[in-house]
């Protein structure tokens, strides 16, 4: 039974994760979904709105049409954000959108992201796994695992699935890591921002005057959207693509590695991986907020959410919710996590999910079967963490194992 919250109390955010405890939410919102689902919540920039931590209700929220997802509408909630109202979203950026322009968007690219056209890209995933496997081994024991195997396997993947020339990809791949990095100036990252939209407009483009076979080839060629808002959709396929796949990779190795029962359960019987998938996605949670914003008064879990008010959605509070899912702080491979929010619900959930899903079962129990003895070459204290950024997960994750150590 939840207690309840005074609303006059608004909190804080809570973003600080307890040391030593690198897979864990921030221990103060497992506090706060105690005392009630929804509660008040102060904004950064005075704003007073709401923090909604239990999965019912987070889930309720994003299946909701009287909740906006327009980045214009709601209030930044993390420190340090930018002052004064957001923009609006870039064009062809499907977050920032609501009904209508979303769902003509996403009925365009819904067709292309079948499970079954999904799957159909799982020998290709294999044949890309195992050469970054090979190359793992061939340069020896030691290295760092995002950046030889967990970012290349998406950037390949992602790139194939736009139709980037096999030329153009290291240019495309360093733009885009350049982007996402956190080791980069503001200007370096303004210049590789700047360059990959012109790429993208090069590439737009091509593709207009000789469509080929792939998904921005498919879109130039019949699906009525301009030069800008291919240029956009490519983008934002890009950012959604890449960073987070990467990131749950390398993350989930370094929990299962810190989970040596787990990992050995994955290595012993493959066919565990698409349910570990899952588990992992709902354990780790790695785009761990979102945030919407009230159209209209809306009553929830006894709270009146009146309309302006934003709402941020704890996914990681969610998907440890132990009204949901039992014993939520454990990684239990063999739990039946379905239902998850690792990917969103409702509208907005994760367009790419099929490929992602894809991905993490080829590339993860391949890794641990590849090299039984992996393991960390550092303490995992010392491993670095994406603390400051939207999507949670590893800057690298140094690694070793056996040399000549290989199953038989």
Not at 123 to 150: M, N, Y
Not at 194 to 215: F, N, Q, S
Not at 218 to 228: I, M, P
Not at 316 to 339: I, M
């Amino acid at each position: 039974m939840h207690r309840e919250h005074t609303p006059a109390e608004p909190v804080d955010l809570p973003t600080r994760r307890a040391a030593g405890c690198p897979f864990d939410p921030p221990a103060g919102l497992a506090e706060l979904r105690q005392r009630s689902p929804l509660v008040r919540m102060a904004y950064p920039d005075g704003h007073v709105g709401w923090l909604a931590t239990g999965y019912s209700t987070v889930r309720a929220i994003l299946a909701d049409p009287r909740f906006s997802s327009r980045y214009e509408l709601i209030h930044y909630p993390f420190p340090g954000g930018p002052e004064g109202p957001l923009p609006p979203a870039p064009v062809g950026d499907m977050t920032g959108m609501d009904a209508p322009e979303h769902t003509r968007f996403r009925r365009l690219l819904m067709g292309r992201f079948t499970v079954r056209r999904m799957r159909q890209l799982t020998e290709r995933v294999t044949e890309i796994t195992a050469e970054h496997l090979e190359a793992l081994e061939r340069r020896g024991p030691g290295a760092d695992l995002v950046e030889v195997f967990a970012r290349p396997i998406p950037a390949v993947m992602i790139c194939e699935l736009l139709g980037v020339p096999y030329a153009d990809r290291a240019r495309f791949a360093d733009h885009a890591h350049t982007t996402m990095s956190m080791d980069v100036t503001p200007e370096e990252r303004y210049a590789a921002l700047t360059g990959l939209v012109a790429y993208m407009e090069e590439l737009v483009a091509a593709k207009r005057a000789e469509p080929t076979d792939d998904l921005l080839g498919d879109l130039a060629r019949d699906s009525g959207l301009t030069d800008e808002e291919l240029v956009g959709i490519g983008g934002f396929l890009l950012a959604a693509g890449l960073d987070t796949t990467a990131n749950m990779i390398a993350h989930g190795t370094f929990a299962l590695l810190s989970n040596p029962s787990q990992a050995e359960a994955l290595r012993a019987d493959p066919d565990l991986a698409p349910q570990a998938v899952e588990e992992l996605m709902r354990y780790l949670t790695v785009a761990p907020t979102g945030i919407k914003s009230a159209l209209e008064d809306v009553e929830l879990d006894g709270r009146l959410i009146r309309a302006g008010e934003s709402v941020t959605l704890s996914f990681e509070a969610a998907n440890r919710d132990p009204e949901r899912f039992r014993d939520p702080d454990v990684l239990d491979l063999h739990r039946a996590a379905a239902g998850h929010l690792g990917f969103g619900h409702g509208i907005h959930q994760c367009l790419g999910q099929q490929l992602a899903r894809v991905q993490l079962t080829v590339a993860l129990p391949a890794l641990l079967g590849r090299f039984p003895t992996l393991r960390l070459a550092v303490p995992a204290d010392e491993v670095p963490l994406r603390t400051n950024m939207n999507v949670y997960g590893v800057h690298r994750l140094p690694v070793t194992w056996d040399d000549g150590n290989r199953p038989a």
